[in-house]
Nanobody, 115 residues
Framework: QVQLVESGGGLVQAGGSLGLSCAAS????????MGWYRQVPGKQRELVAA???????TYADSVKGRFTLSRDNAKNTMYLPMNSLKPEATAVYYC?????????WGQGTQVTVSS
């Protein structure tokens, strides 16, 4: 089992910044890549950014250049500073960590960007 605990999020005005963190615990040896997804009501959950254990990152086109994903393998924690936020970034953000058996998800944290 893997447990993911998210922190950060909140309310910010458009153009502002927020940061998200995700701390993993449990059977973390089975986890390679980690990522952040977001979801708004009525829409599918979408990938925001992902990072491999070696640090290779992938970003959704909508966040490239504004979000920077990193991870500290020693602390089993992933960080997502989000800059120049837009109202369309408003969503519940979920930490994700898959292994060969299943996907693990955090509880979700709300990010609201006011216009």
């Amino acid at each position: 089992q893997v447990q993911l605990v998210e922190s950060g999020g909140g309310l910010v005005q458009a153009g502002g910044s927020l940061g998200l963190s995700c701390a993993a615990s449990g059977s973390i040896f089975s986890i390679k890549a980690m990522g952040w997804y977001r979801q708004v009501p009525g829409k599918q959950r979408e990938l925001v950014a992902a990072i491999t254990s070696s640090g290779t990152t992938t970003y959704a086109d909508s966040v490239k250049g504004r979000f920077t994903l990193s991870r500290d393998n020693a602390k089993n924690t992933m960080y997502l500073p989000m800059n120049s936020l837009k109202p369309e970034a408003t969503a519940v953000y979920y930490c994700n960590a898959p292994n060969i058996l299943m996907d693990y998800w955090g509880q979700g944290t709300q990010v609201t960007v006011s216009s």
